[in-house]
């Protein structure tokens, strides 16, 4: 005899979808009947299913946006376009009113941005500005010059995405990079093809590094795992100058992590914050901490910026997570003795001051602002300008920082990545804007379409025309079209690829993924390997002036 099989019903399948908004006025009466008729039906099968037990199965089709959860429209990226909650204000000023593709600031970088005054006073200090330090800025803006098109590049460099970028002080051609694993690059990109990376230096991110004053084969890093190293680039041989977590991990209440580093020239020392609002001082010819730590920001806040002023090494700048950048003198550092609170909305990425006079500041903040103060020696209560800016987004992102260009004599170009794409030939990219901080104009922006990543580091060249950018896991070295022949151009670029045989060597762990989601999207054509084919020509768009 077969064995008898209990027959189930399924559960009724409902679909819901969004009505037309526009209708014709004829078949209104029509549609109605229809709504109410199906209304019914709805309510009898609902009915009866619920008295057989089973409710319904219900699939939605109606959109539903992102961002504010709710139905009728959608936001986020469609393509290459970014599409607006009309719920919430607008991405790149955060001001309510209009979406970010019509955003004034978009339209303009320019936009409300109040140019650089000339200011006459009787002022003691000012008049000590006007005669001593400010002959050092060059009277007349000379033309500026923008590495606008890819010379070479290294695709997947690193194991995970690039932290910092450091040139050297003497070799033109040698470029230092730091990753999130801890490791330490030096790529020779006049070879090309040489790879070099130290692995075995720090455990997790290596957020800052400074060449040694005494002696440039010597590397300062500074890193998430809680220590100072001091490398020897020729023989990759470390040792640690100071070490907060001596105890290993006791859980993230006491784990202390070095975000802020730079170095004091006259006084001979290696400044290291870290996020407990803590400043540490390392003795470069002891090779060894001095003093006590010193609290220089809200206790518990991450101190993400140091920086001693080129012309007056004295005074140091410093900023964090506690929405302030702080001025200091250094010889009488302490607690509360802070000379300017820098007030800002959010957290604050860096803080520099300007490479020739030092009397300037270029701050970058998480509210989507640069802001300028024009003199440390007038009222630093509020920023001479703000501009508006997209970098607001850090989440498996290096931050963005707005650095100096240190060649310019007139201290008005900064160099930054940004985050909101371009549709460029249904192609979303994300360039890297030149910006004239005195005006706010975008002097240019510069794209390549075999380059889909975001940008958060860059580092313009002390001494030559060159830009090193890292994107995700692999660097980039820009030149300006101009210098290039047009005999070089089919030759001269060189594209190597590394780490191809990742899938053969076994899965990645969850971690890997959380940065670099979108590293292998470089277009190279050919094979995975030390790719010398020249890539496509580079975008340069520059601003109508």
């Known amino acids: 005899m077969a064995p008898q099989v209990r027959r189930t019903a399924f559960p009724k399948v409902l679909i819901e979808r969004d009505t037309d908004s526009e209708q014709s006025s004829s078949d209104d009466d029509d549609e109605e009947e229809e709504q109410e008729n199906e209304n019914e039906e709805k309510t009898e099968e609902f009915n009866d299913t619920k008295k057989k037990g089973k409710s319904p199965i219900t699939i ?11 139905t009728g429209h959608e936001a986020g990226f469609k393509g290459a376009t970014y599409i607006d909650c009309p719920m919430k204000p607008c991405f790149l000023c955060k ?76 070799n033109n051609h040698i470029l230092l990079s730091g990753d999130k694993k801890g490791q330490l690059g030096v790529w020779d990109f006049a070879k090309v093809h040489e790879k ?29 795992d809680g220590t100072v190293s001091c490398t020897d680039l020729e023989t990759g041989i470390s040792s640690t100058l100071m070490n907060l977590n001596p105890d290993g991990w006791q859980g993230p209440g006491s784990w202390r992590m070095l975000y802020g580093m730079d170095i004091n020239l006259e006084r001979g020392v290696v400044l290291v914050a870290d996020n407990f609002g803590f400043l540490y001082l390392v003795d470069s010819r002891s090779n060894s901490q001095t003093g006590k730590a010193i609290m220089i920001h809200k206790k518990g806040s991450k101190v993400v910026g140091l920086h001693c002023n080129p012309f007056q090494p004295d005074l140091l700048l410093s900023c964090g997570n506690d929405h302030f950048a702080r001025l200091w003198d250094m010889r009488r550092l302490e607690a509360g003795s802070v000379l300017a609170n820098l007030e800002h909305r959010r957290v604050v990425n860096s803080a520099y001051f300007s ?80 910006i004239d901080i005195n005006t706010g104009q975008l002097v240019a922006e510069v794209m390549d379409p075999n380059i889909t990543t975001i940008t958060p ?60 989601s979108d590293d292998d999207k ?15 020509q580079m975008t340069h768009r520059k601003a109508k002036r």
């Open 355 to 434: 490479p020739f006079s030092g009397t300037k500041i270029l701050t970058t903040s998480q509210d989507n602002r640069l802001r300028i103060w024009d003199s440390i020696f007038r009222d630093l209560d509020s920023p001479s300008r703000e501009i508006v800016h997209s970098h607001d987004f850090n989440r498996h992102l290096t931050p963005f920082r707005a650095e100096w260009d240190p060649k310019d004599p007139s201290e008005s170009l900064a160099v930054i990545g940004r985050y909101i794409s371009e549709n460029y030939n249904g192609t979303a990219l994300h360039p890297i804007d030149f």
């Open 196 to 224: 070099t990376v130290y692995g075995n230096i720090h455990s997790c991110i290596l957020n800052n590094m400074r060449f040694s004053p005494a002696n440039d084969g010597m590397i300062y890093a500074a890193s998430s």
């Open 60 to 70: 939605s089709l109606k959109k539903v946006c992102k961002v504010c959860k709710k």
């Open 95 to 170: 001001m309510p009113g209009h979406t970010t593709m019509t955003c004034p600031h978009r339209v303009a970088t320019e936009h409300g941005v109040v140019p650089a005054p000339h200011v006459n006073t009787q002022n003691p200090v000012e008049f000590v500005f006007e005669r001593q330090l400010k002959p050092r800025i060059t009277p007349i803006k000379p033309a500026y010059v923008i590495p606008d098109q890819v010379d070479c590049a290294v695709i997947r460099y690193h194991s995970r995405r690039v932290t910092c970028l450091e040139f050297h002080p003497t």
């Open 457 to 516: 580091v860059n580092k313009l060249h002390p001494r030559d025309d060159v830009l090193a950018s890292g994107s995700s896991r692999s660097l980039f070295i820009w030149r300006p079209k101009e210098k290039f022949d047009v005999s070089e151009q089919s030759d001269a670029r060189k594209i190597i690829v590394f780490g191809g045989d990742e899938k053969k060597r076994g899965k990645r762990s969850k971690d890997d993924y959380d940065d670099d």
């Open 522 to 536: 470089f277009n190279v054509k050919g094979k995975n390997v030390k790719v010398k084919k020249p890539v496509k």
